[in-house]
């Protein structure tokens, strides 16, 4: 029996255009209602969460920053891993000969140097909070909790990844969050760390946790639960890693993977 589901939030939980769905609401309220408990990870920062915790009545830990910092829903850090120094400086310049754009985040402060950079505004959308425009980074490259690489050519982003596997290794995990971000942070701050967390956090066997998610940073999550689901607009090699495909985040796509999967109403 399943008692706990981990969702990824964009690209799942909420759809293209960031809101959550009605289905999706009452979805999680009935799971609250059945004593499953309900968590969160995401690319994210913590503060970019916020504006779920009351319409969802989340009580569980929120794993930002695909787990590099736990907070309590009212933002209390519990846990955090932070990208060494000196692999900050390093995956900085790695990301940057790319001609990647890069943002870096700390627990609470988002950092651009070009704030009409890719999808700047769109994050600040996603995350409802502004950026803040710096000359350098040479000041904000310490206790860093992700960095990410942005750009709409998408074979860069691949590459940047493929090189920062090669160069840097198990001292940060790379990861692309969205074809056009790639996500780089503290090697223990990735979506199966998150299962590992909430299954001794809720003292739960991880066969007792299902994970839901649409991307391949997903997948790891996937790998250490005992139920996995992909969306059906998540990529063909995250739907071949996960047990079960729901439709997509623009089809209720959430709603339906609770329903059949977890609650089991469904066929």
């Known amino acids: 029996m399943i008692k706990l589901l981990l969702s990824d939030v964009d690209g799942t939980l909420v759809g293209p255009d960031k809101s959550l769905a009605p289905s999706t609401v009452e979805a999680v309220h009935a799971m609250h ?18 504006m779920l915790v009351d319409p969802l009545a989340i009580r569980a830990p929120l794993a930002g920053f695909n787990g590099g910092l736990f907070v309590e829903p009212g933002m209390d850090v519990i846990d955090e891993h932070l990208v060494p120094d000196d692999l900050a400086a390093q995956a900085l310049e790695l990301i940057e000969s790319f001609d990647l754009s890069v943002w870096v985040y700390q627990a609470r402060e988002r950092f651009v140097r070009d704030p009409d950079g890719p999808h700047v505004a769109r994050e600040t959308h996603t995350v409802q909070f502004p950026p803040t425009v710096v000359g350098s980074f040479d000041d904000v490259a310490t206790r860093v909790a992700k960095i ?24 940060v995990s790379a990861s692309r969050s969205q074809p056009y971000y790639l996500d780089v942070t503290h090697p223990q701050a990735n979506k199966g760390c998150v299962v590992q967390f909430l299954s001794e956090r809720y003292a739960l066997a991880t066969d007792e946790i299902a994970t839901i998610g649409d991307m391949p940073n997903d997948v790891l999550m996937f790998a250490h639960s005992g139920l996995s689901i992909a969306m059906g607009n998540a990529h063909r090699e995250v739907q071949r890693a996960a047990r079960h495909v729901t439709t997509a985040n623009d089809d209720d796509g959430f709603a339906t993977a609770v329903e059949r999967f977890i609650l089991r109403r469904g066929g």
């Open 33 to 50: 209602d059945a004593e499953i408990h309900f968590a969160v990870t995401s690319g994210r920062p913590p503060r970019g969460m916020e």
């Open 148 to 171: 990410v690489g942005v750009s709409d050519d998408h074979d860069a982003v691949a590459a940047a990844e493929s090189a920062a596997h090669a160069q840097l290794g198990d001292h």
